[in-house]
């Protein structure tokens, strides 16, 4: 199983860019389905994207959809979420996930990295 940590989050203001990193440690990496969630204050986690193990199927919330890529380089264990034009209601603690099932229930969570947009 693999263990993930998330990196990049920061403070940011309103139009500008950030791109997540989720490092996964383990052989088997490529054999997951990797996803982003948020989570903000006082409010339920909600997903944000996903990507097939092998990069080539991807899907989105339809709010971020347009302005937020994920993307993953398998051969250095890595997912990635760049964030374009972020808006304030975009401020929550991001996770990435993983998944053997793609479509399925996530098993494997990281610690989370918040992002804050302010206006």
């Known amino acids: 199983q693999v263990q993930l940590v998330e990196s990049g989050g920061g403070l940011v203001q309103a139009g500008d860019s950030l791109r997540l990193s989720c490092a996964a440690s383990?052989?088997?990496?490529?054999?997951?389905?990797m996803a982003w969630f948020r989570q903000a204050p006082g409010k339920e986690r909600e997903f944000v994207a996903t990507?097939?193990?092998?990069?080539?199927?991807?899907y989105y919330k339809h709010s971020v959809k347009g302005r937020f890529t994920i993307s993953r380089d398998n051969a250095k264990n890595t997912v990635y979420l760049q964030m374009n034009s972020l808006k304030p209601e975009d401020t929550a603690v991001y996770y990435c996930?993983?998944?053997?099932?793609?479509?399925?229930?996530?098993?494997?969570w990281g610690q989370g990295t918040q992002v804050t947009v302010s206006s």
């Open positions: 383990g052989r088997t990496f490529s054999n997951y389905a």
């Open positions: 990507i097939s193990s092998s990069g080539g199927d991807t």
């Open positions: 996930a993983g998944t053997q099932n793609y479509g399925g229930s996530y098993d494997v």
